[in-house]
């Protein structure tokens, strides 16, 4: 009854096993790719701590570094001030050093220039006494007046001996005076040398005191030189006239006034011996000066006047030699005084030079302390500028590190305190380092997190569009991060979520597949039924009526590959299930319909009749009769309008038949049975009333009888249709 009726209704969507199919498939498929990611999950928490801890070590360098650098320029700034406060007074003390350098240096070098210049004057004020000495040496023993006396004699005799070479008279006569002089000087020569000989007292040895022999001797050496033996009187004579005569200061002075050019001498006989021999070397040079002018006179007297030129040249060669001589001797005292002059001035001008050296080296030692002093301290300073200009590097280079991480660094610095540190090259080396390893290691790990981004392991787009970002800032990676880790926290839950799902929507798609295949075993067991039905009808001359259903092609084939196919393989049902119903979907349902929902109108395409006549064995599906076909249409519509009524249903339902006339007697009396069998009420028409038609329905009615003289109003009209019973207003269309 009731429930059997149920149970022969079919509304199976399979759209929606294809629908889920795809999402558990879309489910899984996320699953796996979540859990070939879980790798890199795990690489990535990790990568995050390492990051964490290398930004951490990297903010407590920098943090340490900087303030250690910080530190380090207050000194630098403090020495740097106190190194340029200092630099002024060095400089000043170098300036005055250098200062009193220079001016040493250059009364040094002008005293040197005047030492120069009086060694010069020396030199040549020496070389002339040298020269006048030489001069001397040549008569040991010999006072200067003897000697300038002899040079005088000489140079007349040479001035003499060159005028005589003016001509062969002056010549000739020159010769014969030289002749003389030769003779007297053999006369003198003798005469000395018998003194000599007979060692005879002089004047002076006949003189009572000591004072008359030393006064005379003073005036005139040749007094020594007397042999004549004085009286007396002569003796008082002399006395007294030496009485008027004084030694003053070694000089001879008369009446208290110094004689000039007398120096004042002592006689000694033994002097007067070796003054009688110089007195004998004289008169001997007297014999050679004379024997020589007469041998230059002789020869030029004996030979050509070219010979007398010449003569005469070398005369005055010797003449020139003789008069410089004389000069160096007459200057003697001048020569002495004026190389004791230089000598002096340049004794007095070493010395000076001496004291400027010592002064000047005290004094360039001093400079150069202060230079060596200010050099060091320009070395400081310089050394303090590169300390400030490596501060900067240091500062710009930690500053390139303070902006690559920003507010992030910030963050984490202001939380440290700096340890001991150095502010060298080799702690901000390692303080780059820790930069560079955290870059590393966030750069590896926002690669990673890329890499699980591109791979959709966030549900719904989920920051989809950070997939393409290379670097993330912490917001964003922390918002990442915490979305995969609420999956991966999650995930275990989700895979068991999964398979339970898995599991009811296979359990859900079997008991489908089953509903049709019930539906199909229901629809066969229908036509059983309604055949079953016809054999207890008879219309016209059919000995047997059977009506058959013919199924969707598609449904058929799709029951007959699902019988032929491991429906359950591993975790859920087989690929090819799926791919049976979705092939049976795409060719069952109009795509334009927009229905997905099979039913059993959609499963029975096609209703079906076949006949077997009295007489004939086999069953023909050929067209009947129009009576017969009617027959039979209004048998089928009785028994299934009657297997949709309940069976406690008391209700009576109009059957409608149109030319009702045109069946025969036999089957119009049948039919109405049927209809009534089955609670209808037969309305039937036909143009004519006939007897037939009389004898079949109880009542009838003729049309004729209801001829209007006018046309109905509309509002009188009722119509029936397919919607609801209602009456029609005016404006509404039919």
Same mark, same amino acid.
């Given at each position: 009854?009731?429930?059997?009726?149920?149970?022969?209704?079919?509304?199976?969507?399979?759209?929606?096993?294809?629908?889920?199919?795809?999402?558990?498939?879309?489910?899984?498929?996320?699953?796996?790719?979540?859990?070939?990611?879980?790798?890199?999950?795990?690489?990535?928490?990790?990568?995050?701590?390492?990051?964490?801890?290398?930004?951490?070590?990297?903010?407590?360098?920098?943090?340490?570094?900087?303030?250690?650098?910080?530190?380090?320029?207050?000194?630098?700034?403090?020495?740097?001030?106190?190194?340029?406060?200092?630099?002024?007074?060095?400089?000043?003390?170098?300036?005055?050093?250098?200062?009193?350098?220079?001016?040493?240096?250059?009364?040094?070098?002008?005293?040197?220039?005047?030492?120069?210049?009086?060694?010069?004057?020396?030199?040549?004020?020496?070389?002339?006494?040298?020269?006048?000495?030489?001069?001397?040496?040549?008569?040991?023993?010999?006072?200067?007046?003897?000697?300038?006396?002899?040079?005088?004699?000489?140079?007349?005799?040479?001035?003499?001996?060159?005028?005589?070479?003016?001509?062969?008279?002056?010549?000739?006569?020159?010769?014969?005076?030289?002749?003389?002089?030769?003779?007297?000087?053999?006369?003198?020569?003798?005469?000395?040398?018998?003194?000599?000989?007979?060692?005879?007292?002089?004047?002076?040895?006949?003189?009572?005191?000591?004072?008359?022999?030393?006064?005379?001797?003073?005036?005139?050496?040749?007094?020594?030189?007397?042999?004549?033996?004085?009286?007396?009187?002569?003796?008082?004579?002399?006395?007294?006239?030496?009485?008027?005569?004084?030694?003053?200061?070694?000089?001879?002075?008369?009446?208290?006034?110094?004689?000039?050019?007398?120096?004042?001498?002592?006689?000694?006989?033994?002097?007067?011996?070796?003054?009688?021999?110089?007195?004998?070397?004289? &008169?001997? +040079?007297?014999?050679? *000066? #004379?024997? $020589? %002018?007469? =041998?230059?006179?002789? @020869?030029? !007297?004996?030979?050509?006047? /070219?010979?007398?030129?010449?003569?005469?040249?070398?005369?005055?060669?010797?003449?020139?030699?003789?008069?410089?001589?004389?000069?160096?001797?007459?200057?003697?005292?001048?020569?002495?005084?004026?190389?004791?002059?230089?000598?002096?001035?340049?004794?007095?001008?070493?010395?000076?030079?001496?004291?400027?050296?010592?002064?000047?080296?005290? &004094?360039? +030692?001093?400079?150069? *302390? #202060?230079? $060596? %002093?200010? =050099?060091?301290?320009? @070395?400081? !300073?310089?050394?303090?500028? /590169?300390?400030?200009?490596?501060?900067?590097?240091?500062?710009?280079?930690?500053?390139?590190?303070?902006?690559?991480?920003?507010?992030?660094?910030?963050?984490?610095?202001?939380?440290?305190?700096?340890?001991?540190?150095?502010?060298?090259?080799?702690?901000?080396?390692?303080?780059?380092?820790?930069?560079?390893?955290?870059?590393?290691?966030?750069?590896?790990?926002?690669?990673?997190?890329?890499?699980?981004?591109?791979?959709?392991?966030?549900?719904?787009?989920?920051?989809?569009?950070?997939?393409?970002?290379?670097?993330?800032?912490?917001?964003?990676?922390?918002?990442?991060?915490?979305?995969?880790?609420?999956?991966?926290?999650?995930?275990?839950?989700?895979?068991?979520?999964?398979?339970?799902?898995?599991?009811?929507?296979?359990?859900?798609?079997?008991?489908?597949?089953?509903?049709?295949?019930?539906?199909?075993?229901?629809?066969?067991?229908?036509?059983?039924?309604?055949?079953?039905?016809?054999?207890?009808?008879?219309?016209?001359?059919?000995?047997?009526?059977?009506?058959?259903?013919?199924?969707?092609?598609?449904?058929?084939?799709?029951?007959?590959?699902?019988?032929?196919?491991?429906?359950?393989?591993?975790?859920?049902?087989?690929?090819?299930?799926?791919?049976?119903?979705?092939?049976?979907?795409?060719?069952?349902?109009?795509?334009?319909?927009?229905?997905?929902?099979?039913?059993?109108?959609?499963?029975?395409?096609?209703?079906?009749?076949?006949?077997?006549?009295?007489?004939?064995?086999?069953?023909?599906?050929?067209?009947?009769?129009?009576?017969?076909?009617?027959?039979?249409?209004?048998?089928?519509?009785?028994?299934?309008?009657?297997?949709?009524?309940?069976?406690?249903?008391?209700?009576?339902?109009?059957?409608?038949?149109?030319?009702?006339?045109?069946?025969?007697?036999?089957?119009?009396?049948?039919?109405?049975?049927?209809?009534?069998?089955?609670?209808?009420?037969?309305?039937?028409?036909?143009?004519?009333?006939?007897?037939?038609?009389?004898?079949?329905?109880?009542?009838?009615?003729?049309?004729?009888?209801?001829?209007?003289?006018?046309?109905?109003?509309?509002?009188?009209?009722?119509?029936?249709?397919?919607?609801?019973?209602?009456?029609?207003?005016?404006?509404?269309?039919?």
């Amino acid at each position: 009854g009731e429930k059997q009726r149920a149970n022969e209704r079919l509304d199976s969507d399979l759209q929606d096993i294809l629908s889920e199919e795809k999402e558990l498939i879309a489910e899984r498929d996320y699953l796996q790719k979540c859990a070939k990611q879980q790798d890199n999950w795990h690489s990535l928490y990790q990568l995050r701590e390492s990051t964490q801890r290398q930004a951490l070590a990297a903010a407590q360098g920098y943090t340490d570094f900087a303030a250690a650098l910080l530190q380090a320029q207050q000194n630098a700034g403090s020495e740097m001030r106190q190194l340029q406060a200092r630099k002024q007074t060095l400089l000043e003390a170098k300036t005055a050093a250098e200062n009193r350098k220079g001016s040493l240096k250059t009364e040094k070098d002008k005293q040197s220039g005047i030492l120069g210049e009086r060694e010069q004057h020396y030199q040549k004020a020496k070389e002339t006494v040298n020269r006048a000495t030489a001069v001397r040496e040549r008569y040991p023993n010999w006072t200067l007046d003897k000697i300038k006396e002899t040079l005088d004699a000489g140079k007349r005799r040479l001035q003499q001996q060159s005028e005589s070479l003016q001509s062969i008279e002056t010549a000739r006569r020159d010769f014969q005076a030289a002749l003389q002089r030769r003779k007297q000087a053999e006369t003198d020569i003798k005469k000395i040398e018998n003194q000599l000989a007979q060692n005879r007292d002089c004047l002076p040895d006949f003189l009572p005191d000591a004072h008359s022999r030393n006064v005379l001797g003073s005036l005139n050496a040749n007094f020594n030189t007397l042999s004549v033996q004085p009286d007396a009187e002569e003796k008082q004579r002399i006395s007294e006239f030496a009485a008027l005569f004084a030694e003053q200061n070694g000089g001879l002075a008369f009446l208290g006034e110094t004689l000039p050019k007398t120096p004042f001498q002592v006689y000694n006989k033994v002097q007067q011996q070796e003054l009688l021999q110089q007195n004998l070397s004289e &008169a001997k +040079q007297r014999y050679e *000066t #004379a024997n $020589q %002018e007469m =041998d230059t006179l002789s @020869a030029a !007297l004996s030979g050509s006047p /070219e010979n007398l030129a010449a003569e005469q040249k070398a005369c005055q060669r010797e003449l020139a030699r003789v008069e410089d001589e004389l000069k160096l001797i007459m200057l003697w005292d001048s020569n002495q005084a004026q190389c004791e002059d230089t000598c002096r001035l340049k004794d007095e001008t070493a010395a000076r030079l001496e004291e400027l050296s010592l002064q000047y080296d005290s &004094a360039a +030692q001093a400079a150069d *302390t #202060a230079k $060596q %002093e200010f =050099d060091e301290h320009l @070395a400081l !300073l310089y050394e303090m500028e /590169e300390r400030h200009k490596n501060h900067r590097r240091l500062q710009e280079r930690l500053n390139v590190c303070q902006q690559q991480r920003g507010s992030e660094l910030g963050g984490l610095s202001a939380t440290l305190l700096p340890e001991p540190c150095q502010a060298a090259e080799g702690s901000l080396k390692a303080v780059e380092t820790a930069f560079a390893e955290w870059r590393r290691l966030q750069t590896e790990r926002d690669a990673l997190l890329q890499q699980m981004l591109k791979s959709g392991v966030l549900r719904d787009g989920q920051f989809v569009d950070f997939s393409y970002k290379t670097e993330f800032v912490p917001d964003e990676f922390d918002n990442c991060y915490t979305a995969l880790q609420t999956l991966y926290n999650n995930l275990e839950s989700e895979q068991r979520n999964f398979d339970h799902r898995l599991a009811a929507h296979t359990k859900h798609a079997l008991i489908r597949v089953q509903e049709l295949e019930d539906a199909a075993k229901q629809i066969r067991e229908f036509e059983r039924e309604i055949n079953q039905e016809f054999c207890n009808h008879r219309i016209s001359d059919l000995e047997e009526i059977r009506v058959s259903f013919r199924l969707h092609p598609n449904f058929e084939q799709l029951l007959n590959k699902l019988g032929n196919i491991d429906r359950v393989s591993g975790n859920g049902l087989d690929k090819n299930f799926y791919e049976l119903i979705r092939q049976f979907t795409q060719a069952f349902f109009d795509n334009n319909s927009g229905r997905s929902t099979l039913d059993m109108a959609g499963i029975i395409q096609e209703v079906g009749y076949t006949c077997r006549k009295k007489g004939e064995e086999k069953p023909t599906a050929t067209s009947q009769s129009t009576g017969t076909n009617t027959m039979i249409n209004c048998l089928l519509f009785s028994t299934l309008l009657n297997r949709l009524m309940r069976r406690s249903t008391a209700l009576t339902m109009p059957l409608v038949l149109d030319e009702m006339d045109k069946l025969d007697g036999e089957n119009l009396s049948e039919f109405v049975k049927i209809a009534e069998k089955h609670h209808f009420a037969v309305f039937g028409t036909c143009p004519d009333l006939t007897p037939k038609v009389m004898a079949a329905v109880s009542n009838y009615l003729n049309l004729e009888y209801f001829s209007a003289e006018y046309p109905y109003n509309a509002r009188n009209t009722i119509l029936y249709h397919s919607g609801a019973e209602r009456l029609i207003t005016d404006g509404d269309a039919p």
